[in-house]
């Protein structure tokens, strides 16, 4: 179990116009106010209101006695100066800018507090940023090591560990790569001290498994994007750190191979099944060739990552070879390689953790997140093959196939509105169509907000509305997020 420890805030957004960054993606920090500029030499980002049909809600503007009450909570933690602001105000894929022009980063419970009690009383919105603003947050994967050194591992693991914020990945619920084995943080999270909008401090941490005394008001948090409240304290419930980790990596002749594969896997495997990834031929392909990493197997129309945790290495090692000779001889797996020392274990999970960034490379990358029936999982990825034809340059699939959760990516050369149209709302309407829903993982945020009516039912909706008033009645939390603009 972590101990009781707060997270670090180290900057946050204070809006002045819409379209605010994402909250994912490379290091940032808590609270700040755009700035709209970019850096030298770099392409610059069309400013979010120019893209899309957003307008600005009648917030206040920061004025010099703003900054000054701010200097005052937060000494020397109020930065104004424009270069400053570029990369908080740009989000990880390049594809939103917004125009806060004031960053301010408080380290305490305390002054997150007194800056939303300003910001309540003066009309000012906020957007809170953990991983987007180089701050040396409560960093995912420095909190892992932390743990690890004392014998147990996070419930959570993400391929963007290495800047993501702990804070940020409660607030969006983040899914990632343990999911299959742990589950997702509304079961994980014990506990949270969150501040409210007006800077109310409320204080739901615990360390207890069991609390059945009223309503659970933590999981309201979870996954509400800043919306409701700004987390500042986690309690999280971290499982022994396995004794025994084996990831096996092979390549199969079709996606009914990974599907049967995956049946399979999870019969003979078992309690010690721990991931089970897949990724296409077009993913290897751009890995290969953006980041120069090379397959550890011939090559193959699809691949599986499986990943086994146990607490008996030899138990282990003979189930999973077990495994490994049946889908070698029933013609399911075609070639495969395993790995136990954790030099190349690592080099094995490089090949699926970084395929995001093998796609940013590749260009402008239109990305959905979606969750659907497993064995209907890659039929899309086939489908928009030839809906869009040459005018995408790349369409992949990939993703965590033992939740059932397809990162579905398309790139090309540059922002295209009438591929963008051809995509949407076709993978919404598909995804419906499915049952499935339109966000597994990554959340709402800005782009996904007016097509929750895909997954959602209206009293549904309606019910968000009337708690996000009730929490915050003027709306200063991460405006222009996560709820439709109208239900």
Avoid at 390 to 395: G, I
Avoid at 411 to 429: D, G, I, K, R, W
């Amino acid at each position: 179990m972590l101990p009781r420890r707060p997270l670090a805030w180290p900057a946050w957004l204070l809006r002045g116009a819409p379209g605010a960054a994402g909250s994912w993606g490379r290091p940032v920090g808590p609270l700040a106010r755009r700035g709209c500029c970019s850096a030298p030499g770099t392409p610059e980002v069309p400013l979010t209101r120019e893209r899309y049909p957003v307008r600005r809600l009648p917030f206040s503007t920061v004025s010099k006695q703003d900054l000054a009450a701010f200097e005052r909570i937060v000494p020397g933690g109020v930065v104004t100066d424009p270069e400053a602001l570029q990369a908080p105000n740009v989000d990880w894929l390049r594809t939103l800018r917004g125009c806060s022009k004031v960053l301010l980063r408080p380290r305490t419970s305390e002054e997150v507090s007194h800056i939303l009690r300003h910001c309540h009383e003066r009309n000012l919105a906020v957007n809170p940023q953990g991983g987007n603003t180089g701050m040396a947050g409560c960093v995912l994967e420095e909190l892992s090591r932390y743990v690890e050194e004392r014998d147990f591992i996070m419930p959570l693991d993400l391929g963007a560990k290495g800047s993501c914020h702990i804070g940020g990945n409660v607030a969006t619920n983040a899914g990632g790569l343990r999911f299959l084995r742990y589950g997702s943080l509304h079961g994980t999270v014990l506990g949270l001290e969150v501040v409210l909008a007006d800077g109310t401090v409320l204080d739901c941490l615990t360390s207890l498994r069991k609390d059945n005394t009223g309503y659970d008001l933590k999981q309201l948090f979870i996954g509400s994007e800043g919306t409701l409240g700004i987390i500042t304290t986690v309690s999280i419930l971290c499982p022994p750190k396995p004794r025994a980790v084996n990831v096996a990596f092979l390549g199969c002749p079709g996606f009914a191979e990974v599907l049967q594969t995956f049946s399979t896997c999870k019969g003979m495997l078992g309690e010690i099944l721990s991931a089970f990834e897949f990724m296409d031929a077009v993913c290897m392909q751009l890995v290969g060739r953006h980041l120069h990493l090379a397959s550890p197997v011939q090559e193959s129309p699809f691949y599986v990552l499986i990943e086994t945790s146990g607490s008996n290495a030899g138990h282990d090692a003979e189930k999973l070879g077990h495994f490994l000779e049946h889908a070698l001889g029933s013609g399911l797996v075609t070639d495969g390689t395993m790995a136990t020392d954790q030099r190349k274990v690592k080099m094995l999970w490089a090949l699926r953790e970084r395929i995001t960034e093998a796609l940013s490379r590749d260009g402008y990358v239109y990305k959905y997140d979606l969750s659907l029936p497993v064995e209907r999982l890659y039929d899309i990825v086939t489908d928009l093959r030839a809906r869009l034809g040459p005018h995408a340059k790349h369409v992949v699939g990939y993703g965590h196939l033992g939740d059932g959760n397809l990162h579905l990516n398309v790139t090309a050369e540059a922002f295209s509105p009438s591929l963008l149209a051809a995509l949407e709302p076709h993978v919404y309407e598909w995804t419906a169509g499915q049952q499935g829903s339109v966000s597994a993982e990554h959340g709402v945020g800005f782009r996904k907000r007016d097509v929750l009516g895909y997954s959602k039912p209206p009293g549904a909706l309606q019910l968000m509305q009337q708690l996000k008033a009730l929490l915050d009645p003027k709306g200063i939390l991460n405006p222009y997020k996560t709820l439709p603009s109208q239900a």
